[in-house]
Structure formats: structure tokens, C-alpha cells
């Protein structure tokens, strides 16, 4: 129970490895906000955190729009007083020759995948400035760390919240926030069945075939799970994780070791 009495805010909790993540807090003894536009999501992932003997609470957030993240950031302290963590998960995926990205595709993607983790911490700073005490951690990917012939803009994203995590945690350090990055691999999630089929498509495959070829080059030898990626978030929002922020941690079964 190391996040006993602790408030958790998840983006995008309302499936996949924002749900993962949720329940995986819970059951380290945090209360947790579902800050998730999809309301029958929502609902089924806090009745999940309830059962757990959590408080849940569902918060409808738009995560592209400063407002809804400003009160995302105010309903959770006036329910319970307090923000002690932030998981910045929501995002989304969309493949595209490099020739083929509209202003558009890359408009949406960079305001969910990038602009939002920026302005959802932005919104609880505040709070954990004045406590003096919190951990953020983001969705980043090891698309952050590589190339991609068919998904620059998701792949520019994830870079963007690498980059935003170190400068979030040089800023604020000295607040006693800690603020981290996740970047997993080939996570199988509602996601991956997007990624797959539009791939595959854009590379004259089957989703099925384009997964097997993915799965083969991962060294583990397997599929990511979202919980994989959940007991990850858990140990970086914990206090076993310290003495640990700026980092964007690997969870990606050994696909990219490079520093």
C-alpha cells in the first residue's frame, strides 16, 4: 500500500493501459480520478476501483482543451484535497507516409500525444508545488526514440514528451515533484489493433501478419500487456522511485537499447 492515502489523476483511463494503470494505483491504496471522455468506460473502470475499496471519481475531460484540464486539476482537490500523482496517458495513433500527412492528422495528433501531457501538468503544479510533494509520469513510446517511415507525427509526439518530462523535472525538482516517462514497445491494447491494421495496409500486410512480424523482432519474444506497462507507472509514482525523474524509461521487452 505505498500510495496509502494518495490521490491519482489517469488520463485516457477508461481503457487499455490507462485502465491497466488505474487499477494497478488502486491497488497500491491510491484514490483515483478517471479523467476519460468515454462516460460508460469511465463508469466500468471506477466501479473496477471501488471494488478495490478505492474512491473513484469520473471527471469527462477533453484533454486537448485547457479548460477541461484546469478543472480536471480543481474537482480533484476539492473532492479530496490533494494531487499526489498525475499519469498523462491519453493518446492516439494514425500511420501516414511521410507524403501524406495532413495538417489535420498532424493537428490532432501532436494536440493529444504532446500539448496535453504539457498543459494537464501544467494544471496540477499548483497543487503539488504547495504540498511539496509529486510524481508525474507520461505515456511516452519508444517511437519517441526512433524513426518511422509511416508515422512521423506520432513518432514526433513521443519525442516531444521525452524532451517535456526532462525539462518538467529540471523545473521542478526543487518543488519535490518528480516527473518521469514511460516508453513501451508493441502493447497489446485497442491501440495496437489501429496500429496494426493501418500498418499493415500502408505495407501490403494483414494486421495479423504485420503483428507476427513486430512480435518476432522483440527479444522477449513476445507482446507487450498493458499491465506490463501499469506495474511500471506504479513503481515510478512510488516512493521506491525516489530518487529517479527525468528519465524515459524503457518498457519495450528489449526493443531499443540504446541509452
Known sequence: MELAGQTAIVTGAGRGTGRATALELARMGADIVIAELDKANAEKVAAEVQALGRKALVIPTDVTKQADLKAMAEQTKKQFGRIDVLINNAGIYRAAASLDVTEEHWDAVLDINAKAVFFASQAVLPV?????????????????????KTNLPYNASKAAVVSMTKSLALAHGGDGIRVNCVCPGFVETDMWTK???????LLGMSAEEFTRQRKNTVPLGRMETAEDVASVIGFLASPRAGYITGQALSVDGGLVMHG
Request: net charge positive.
Open 128 to 148: 503539488m508545488i504547495a504540498q511539496k510533494r509529486g510524481a508525474i509520469v507520461s505515456l511516452a513510446s519508444m517511437a519517441g526514440k526512433v524513426g518511422s
Open 195 to 201: 496500429v496494426s491494421k493501418e500498418q499493415g495496409a
